[in-house]
């Protein structure tokens, strides 16, 4: 009887017939998948690189890979005018399937990643390059379309390919990310500098947090402050010599140079904002599914968004832009400004010189929104820098205005 008792390992795993592996071919199941289960992929790994190297696996991929909708574009390095016009020359020569979006992609992909490096035109470094300043620039994915050694990079066959032109074949993008190699503005190690923009057809609203300085606080230098007293209305912050500021700026503030900085902070950080805003415009205006638009930097350093109305206001209305600076102009501003000269954190940061100022156009007061609502503010910057915003706005509030420029 146990002799014609089946074999379970033969049942639960059957080995093939011989005649079935040599006679025909062994099914792909990744094909079996379908499309919108790989257009989820796709959409996770969103990096426009990686997804021009899916471009080349197959017919299928190909076809599948135009119809993502969330895309972020690693820029690897900023050119200025001068070297735009330079390489037009050049460009122009190329044949018009050479010049297709994807087909950018795929030199991007086969032809190696220039190396990013740091964004040119830093207004407050100590090195300042006017020639190639990056506001007077404009940004782009490079490539290298030859093997030798990218130390000479103006010898070595760099092809630099914009945004728009990478973009091009993408047809259902609602959700862009364009992230910059680095911040525009050079400031010194320590300081913080931080700002965010909103733009439809020009600014709708800004924030830039600053402080001069940033360390972790040492309990043996710096007294604890409890956080139910950061928290209640009333706070005062207490400086280095343990006397109550009250919140007001104190005189040395206006004496020892600490306004003028904040003024070159605040001018600098809207011309940077507005700079971006203004190279987004063929992008926008070409993909008219966008319902996000983010521009930010490798360092944090600014952020830039548009939502969907905004878009569709910046395509509707037109926009007034300087074309000899190459950035979006500034209305005139309502500004409100706090600041602290020893912020301490929950977590143990402590902000020296902690600047907050909260940007709006002037006309915005009667039309959109009153200019004492700072409810805006308190989503503007990730943690811990957005706590530092909660605590400054409970401050004094000091009002500005500046002309538009």
């Known amino acids: 009887m146990s002799s014609l008792r089946p074999d379970p390992t033969s049942r639960i795993h059957p080995e093939p017939e011989p005649t079935t592996t040599t006679s025909s071919p062994s099914?792909?199941?990744?094909?079996?998948?379908?499309?919108?289960?790989?257009?989820?992929?796709?959409?996770?790994?969103?990096?426009?690189?990686?997804?021009?190297r899916c471009c080349v696996v197959c017919l299928r991929f190909h076809s599948l890979v135009p119809q993502v909708d969330n895309v972020v574009v690693r820029v690897d390095c900023v050119i200025s005018d001068d070297d735009t016009s330079s390489s037009s020359s050049s460009t122009k020569s190329h044949s018009p399937s050479s010049s297709s979006g994807f087909s950018s992609v795929f030199r991007l992909v086969f032809g190696g990643i220039v190396k990013p490096f740091q964004a040119l035109g830093q207004l407050l470094g100590p090195k300042v390059n006017s020639r190639n300043?990056?506001?007077n620039s404009s940004f782009s994915v490079g490539t290298t379309t030859t093997t030798d050694d990218d130390t000479e990079p103006d010898q070595g066959g760099i092809t630099h390919h914009s945004p728009t032109q990478v973009l091009k074949n993408?047809?259902?993008?609602?959700?862009?990310?364009?992230?910059?190699?680095?911040?525009?503005l050079g400031i010194d190690?320590?300081?913080l500098l931080k700002w965010r923009a909103d733009f439809g057809s020009t600014l709708d609203n800004c924030v830039i947090l600053g402080a001069a300085s940033v360390f972790t606080n040492?309990?043996?230098?710096?007294?604890m402050q409890e956080n139910d007293a950061i928290c209640n209305s009333t706070t005062t912050i207490n400086n280095?010599?343990?006397?109550?500021?009250?919140?007001?700026?104190?005189?040395?503030?206006?004496?020892?140079?600490?306004?003028?900085?904040?003024?070159?902070?605040?001018?600098?950080?809207?011309?940077?904002?507005?700079?971006?805003?203004?190279l987004l415009q063929p992008i926008i205006a070409e993909h008219k599914t966008l319902d996000s638009l983010v521009l930010t930097d490798a360092d944090g350093q600014g952020v830039l968004c548009m939502n969907?109305?905004?878009?569709?206001?910046?395509?509707?209305?037109?926009?007034s832009a300087s074309s000899a600076s190459k950035r979006t102009l500034v209305p005139a501003l309502n500004m409100r400004l706090w600041y602290a000269p020893h912020l301490e954190l929950p977590d143990g940061v402590v902000l020296k010189g902690a600047t907050l100022v909260a940007i709006r156009p002037s006309d915005q007061a009667a039309t959109k929104k009153d200019v004492?609502?700072?409810?805006?503010?308190?989503?503007?910057?990730e943690e811990p820098y957005g706590t530092a915003a909660k605590m400054l706005v409970k401050r004094r509030t000091y009002c500005l205005e500046m002309n538009s420029f």
């Open 240 to 278: 280095n010599n343990g006397v109550d500021d009250n919140g007001s700026i104190p005189e040395s503030f206006y004496t020892n140079g600490g306004l003028k900085l904040r003024v070159v902070w605040t001018i600098s950080s809207l011309i940077a904002a507005s700079a971006r805003h203004y």
């Open 308 to 319: 969907r109305e905004q878009l569709e206001e910046l395509r509707v209305k037109p926009l």
């Open 133 to 135: 300043g990056f506001f």
């Open 170 to 184: 993408f047809n259902e993008i609602r959700f862009l990310r364009i992230e910059l190699p680095s911040g525009e």
């Open 372 to 381: 004492s609502d700072i409810s805006w503010l308190s989503t503007a910057f």
């Open 218 to 223: 040492n309990k043996n230098s710096y007294v």
């Open 189 to 191: 190690d320590g300081v």
């Open 27 to 52: 099914i792909d199941h990744f094909d079996r998948l379908p499309d919108s289960l790989l257009l989820l992929v796709f959409n996770k790994i969103g990096d426009v690189k990686a997804l021009g």
